[in-house]
């Protein structure tokens, strides 16, 4: 009977140590890159998508009131609303374009990936992945509206803003002949060098030059043209193929449900 007691306690002895080997096994196996359903996208952060872009672009990204360090836009809230799908956190993290277009700043691991109103083309898909397209777009000619300028065969000998990298400061280039471009980092340099009359005119994306029109109705939108552009969300190329696998599927589900739509108005109806 006392053998039988001291056996049947060992049991109990191995069996307890079992469990709590098996316990530090199981937090040893987690993954803080891992999602609250435990799906592994390789995250910087544990929970968070962390998000390089080019700010400010408004509508598309730029902060609620300045200085505040917390940022809203079409890009933004349409993460934000992926993110909740996956139960993960967004945050955005303020990065030079030409660093995000040429997946510098991706490669580098600044973030798990890009959103930033970047035009998909055959040239950036040599260093970056996107995700499907979620925004369709033109380029656009913003002036003065007393400047007399109503087109973009009135630019000859005229200093027209571009932003460096863009898919503007490319059409730019090819369209507006005689016209002495002037490159600038970001819209936010852009938009006040125009107002500033250092510059006659901004080519650029329409939806941002519409933005400005209703900021300050002294400017006018006098011209629009047809690319054919779409943008989409950039990882860095070969890499995060789990999550932007995932972003693509949210993105889907957010356009079937009808919420991309109600993002979408809340930003652009107006403008279009």
């Known amino acids: 009977m006392e053998r039988r007691s001291k056996i049947a306690y060992g049991l109990a002895l191995a069996a307890a140590a079992t469990l709590t080997l098996a316990g530090c096994s199981t937090g040893a196996a987690s993954d803080p890159s891992a999602s609250a359903g435990g799906t592994d996208y390789g995250l910087i952060t ?3 998508i962390t998000v390089c872009s080019d700010i400010p672009y408004k ?3 730029y902060e609620e009131t300045a200085g505040s360090g917390k940022y809203t836009g079409f890009d933004v809230d349409l993460l934000t609303a992926i993110g909740d799908k996956l139960g993960l956190k967004t945050q955005f993290q303020v990065t030079n374009f030409d660093t995000l277009q040429s997946g510098a700043a991706l490669l580098a691991g600044q973030c798990d990936m890009g959103a930033s109103a970047m035009t998909i083309t055959d040239e950036r898909k040599k260093n970056i992945d996107f995700s499907d397209g979620y925004y369709d777009s033109l380029q656009s000619l913003l002036v003065k509206a007393d400047s007399g300028i109503k087109s973009i065969n009135d630019l ?5 803003g571009v932003q460096q990298g863009t898919t503007g400061e490319n059409y730019a280039k090819e ?4 016209a002495n471009l002037v490159q600038f980092s970001d819209d936010g340099v852009l ?6 009359g250092q510059i006659d005119a901004i080519l650029q994306d329409l939806p941002v030059n519409v933005q400005h029109e209703k900021d300050d109705p002294s400017y006018k939108v006098v011209e629009t043209y047809k690319t054919d552009e779409e943008y ?3 990882f860095a190329k070969g890499k995060n193929e789990t999550l932007r696998k995932a972003i693509n599927e949210q993105l889907k589900a957010l356009k079937d449900d009808g919420e991309y739509k109600k993002i979408y108005d809340k930003y652009f109806t107006a403008a279009n």
Do not use: C, D, I
């Open 46 to 48: 544990a929970g968070t």
């Open 59 to 61: 509508p598309f990204e």
């Open 156 to 160: 000859s000998g005229k200093n027209v």
């Open 175 to 178: 369209h507006a002949k005689g």
């Open 191 to 196: 938009w006040p060098a125009l107002q500033g």
């Open 232 to 234: 989409g969300f950039a």
